[in-house]
C-alpha cells in the first residue's frame, strides 16, 4: 500500500524547513547548493550544454563489471561490509528478446531524464534537474518519503537505511535520504568523464560514451545521428539522457 501524499499545509511546511536547511554542509568543504549551481572554479551549469551517454550493448561484456566496481569505488559505495546493504548508483542487467531468444547485457542507471519523473513528485524540492540536464538530489531538503523511489520507471534510487562511515568529501550521502546516480558531477565539473565511463574504456570495450548531447560537433552526438539508439521507456515521454544501441 503506498504513502498518502502529505497535506499543503504540511508540504509548506516541509518546503519551509527544507530552505532554512540548505545553508548546511554535509560534508567538509562541500555544500550541494553550490554543486547544483556550479560547473567549475564558479563557471554556472549551462542550459546550452546536455550532457549524456551512450551505452552500445553489443560492446557490453554479459560477465564484465568493470563499470559497477568504478562507481562503488568513486563514490564511496564500497565502504558497507555487507554486500547485502551495498547500494548500486548503476547495476548490470540481463536483457532477452522473446521471439529470437537474443539476450544482452548492459548497465542501468539514473537515465537523467529531461522529464524526470522523480522531480514531478518530489515535495521539498530535493529532486531537481541541474541546468545541464544532470538529475541530483540534494539531501540537505531530503525528507526521505520516497516518493522519487516509487516515480522512477528505471528503479534506478535507492534508499539510505543506516549510518555512513568513509565518505568522500565530493559525494556527500546521508542516512534518510534518497541517492542515486549522479553522473559523477563532481568529475564533470572538473572535465572528466564519469568513472563508469573511464573504465569502461580501460577494459577496451568501449561500451560506453559521454558527452555533450547538444553539440553537434561532440561523438557522442554524431553517433546519435549515425545508428539508431532507443530510449528505454520510449513511451513514457521522459526523453532520457541515456540511450543504447544494439537493445
Given at each position: 500500500?503506498?504513502?498518502s501524499?502529505?497535506?499543503?499545509?504540511r508540504?509548506?511546511?516541509?518546503g519551509?524547513?527544507?530552505?532554512?536547511?540548505?545553508?548546511?554542509a554535509?560534508?567538509?568543504?562541500?555544500?550541494?547548493?553550490?554543486?547544483?549551481?556550479?560547473?567549475?572554479?564558479?563557471?554556472?551549469?549551462?542550459?546550452?550544454?546536455?550532457?549524456?551517454?551512450?551505452?552500445?550493448?553489443?560492446?557490453?561484456?554479459?560477465?564484465?563489471t568493470?563499470?559497477v566496481d568504478?562507481?562503488?569505488?568513486?563514490?564511496?559505495?564500497?565502504?558497507?561490509i555487507?554486500?547485502?546493504?551495498?547500494p548500486?548508483?548503476?547495476?548490470?542487467?540481463?536483457?532477452?528478446?522473446?521471439?529470437?531468444g537474443?539476450e544482452?547485457?548492459?548497465?542501468m542507471?539514473?537515465?537523467?531524464?529531461?522529464?524526470?519523473?522523480?522531480?514531478?513528485?518530489?515535495?521539498?524540492?530535493?529532486s531537481?534537474?541541474?541546468?545541464?540536464?544532470?538529475?541530483l538530489?540534494?539531501?540537505?531538503?531530503c525528507?526521505?518519503?520516497?516518493?522519487?523511489?516509487?516515480?522512477?520507471?528505471?528503479?534506478?534510487?535507492s534508499?539510505?537505511h543506516?549510518?555512513?562511515?568513509h565518505?568522500?568529501?565530493?559525494?556527500?550521502?546521508?542516512?534518510g535520504?534518497v541517492?542515486g546516480?549522479?553522473l559523477?558531477?563532481?568529475?564533470?565539473?572538473?572535465?572528466?568523464?564519469p568513472?563508469?565511463?573511464?573504465?569502461?574504456?580501460?577494459?577496451?570495450?568501449?561500451?560506453?560514451?559521454?558527452?555533450?548531447?547538444?553539440?553537434?560537433?561532440?561523438?557522442?552526438?554524431?553517433?546519435?545521428?549515425?545508428?539508431?539508439?532507443?530510449?528505454?521507456r520510449a513511451d513514457?515521454?521522459?526523453d532520457?539522457g541515456?540511450?543504447?544501441?544494439?537493445v
Amino acid at each position: 500500500m503506498s504513502a498518502s501524499p502529505p497535506e499543503p499545509s504540511r508540504r509548506a511546511l516541509l518546503g519551509a524547513g527544507a530552505a532554512a536547511a540548505a545553508g548546511l554542509a554535509l560534508a567538509p568543504g562541500m555544500r550541494l547548493i553550490e554543486l547544483a549551481q556550479a560547473r567549475s572554479a564558479g563557471e554556472p551549469a549551462s542550459g546550452l550544454v546536455r550532457w549524456g551517454m551512450l551505452i552500445d550493448a553489443n560492446r557490453c561484456a554479459a560477465g564484465c563489471t568493470a563499470c559497477v566496481d568504478a562507481c562503488s569505488q568513486e563514490n564511496g559505495l564500497d565502504s558497507a561490509i555487507d554486500l547485502r546493504q551495498r547500494p548500486q548508483w548503476i547495476r548490470k542487467i540481463e536483457l532477452k528478446e522473446d521471439r529470437s531468444g537474443r539476450e544482452v547485457s548492459l548497465p542501468m542507471m539514473c537515465q537523467h531524464c529531461a522529464e524526470p519523473p522523480c522531480v514531478d513528485v518530489c515535495p521539498t524540492g530535493a529532486s531537481f534537474k541541474r541546468a545541464d540536464g544532470i538529475v541530483l538530489v540534494d539531501r540537505h531538503s531530503c525528507i526521505g518519503c520516497r516518493y522519487c523511489i516509487m516515480a522512477c520507471p528505471y528503479k534506478a534510487r535507492s534508499f539510505v537505511h543506516e549510518p555512513l562511515t568513509h565518505q568522500k568529501a565530493d559525494v556527500p550521502r546521508g542516512k534518510g535520504c534518497v541517492e542515486g546516480c549522479t553522473l559523477c558531477v563532481h568529475r564533470i565539473d572538473r572535465d572528466k568523464k564519469p568513472a563508469c565511463v573511464q573504465a569502461c574504456a580501460e577494459t577496451e570495450q568501449g561500451a560506453m560514451l559521454f558527452g555533450d548531447m547538444n553539440d553537434p560537433s561532440s561523438e557522442i552526438s554524431q553517433r546519435l545521428r549515425g545508428a539508431a539508439s532507443v530510449a528505454l521507456r520510449a513511451d513514457l515521454q521522459l526523453d532520457p539522457g541515456v540511450r543504447y544501441l544494439g537493445v
